[in-house]
């Protein structure tokens, strides 16, 4: 069965501090991995987009690494701002189309 | 550029009651997807189009969902009857194409059927 796993399920930062979310898949065959931010009450909105060959993409303050042999990715937010509150849903598709299946995503709260 | 438009922002129906959604894809998108959406979930895909073309809709409740995309611009995604269990945010998404393009999602449309 095709599986997207993220964790921790949530978790709470000091502002300015650093933190890294996990996802663990088991999408066969994979054709590229993203990760999406996803605001309160908001649709998700595209962070990083990365196929196989590709084993680190950053986006300002958000770094996504890829190992496609152990089928795992981690999402690094450096500095983190109040801002940065949110759900981080990690997102394969498989073969090669737009056939996407969903993590069930990190809650990440950044207090001050 | 102008993001993908949904409407109603928000719905509260009784169970058995009809409800529509509508859906702008961003100018140019060949590909529409609606997703559902339930609280503390990641987003589940209820049917994909192709222009006006349907290229996956495996996962749609036939049997009381529907959805049409007709000029392959504007869609309509309609419940009926709504049960307790539709209760979720109905995503709209565009992408140039298929394959690896990036998705853009709009806000979303959140029905509560009580």
């Known amino acids: 069965k095709n599986q997207v796993e993220q964790s921790p399920q949530s978790l709470i930062i000091l502002e300015g501090k650093n933190c890294t979310l996990q996802?663990?898949?088991?999408?066969?065959?994979?054709?590229?991995l993203r990760w999406y931010k996803q605001d309160t009450g908001r649709g998700p909105v595209s962070l990083t987009i990365m196929t196989f060959s590709e084993n680190t993409k950053s986006n300002g303050r958000y770094t996504a690494t890829l190992d496609a042999d152990t089928k795992q990715s981690s999402l690094h937010i450096t500095a983190s701002q109040l801002s940065d509150s949110a759900s981080y849903i990690c997102v394969v598709s498989k073969g090669g189309g737009n056939k996407l299946t969903f993590g069930t995503g990190t809650q990440l709260k950044v207090e001050l | 550029e102008a993001g993908v438009a949904q409407s109603p922002r928000y719905k509260i129906i009784e169970k058995r009651q009809s409800v529509a959604f509508w859906c702008n894809p961003i100018?140019?998108?060949?590909?529409l997807y609606w997703y559902q959406q339930i609280l503390g979930q990641g987003p589940k895909l209820l049917i994909q189009f192709q222009n006006n073309g349907v290229v996956d809709d495996s996962q749609l409740p036939k049997d009381r969902f529907s959805a049409e995309r007709l000029k392959g611009v504007d869609s309509t995604l309609k419940i009926q009857p709504a049960k307790l269990e539709d209760s979720a945010v109905y995503l709209c998404?565009?992408?140039?194409?298929?394959?690896?393009?990036?998705?853009?999602f709009g806000e979303g449309s959140w029905l509560t059927v009580v």
């Open positions: 996802c663990n898949y088991t999408v066969s065959p994979f054709s590229n």
């Open positions: 998404a565009s992408s140039p194409g298929q394959g690896w393009n990036t998705i853009y």
């Open positions: 100018s140019g998108h060949a590909t």
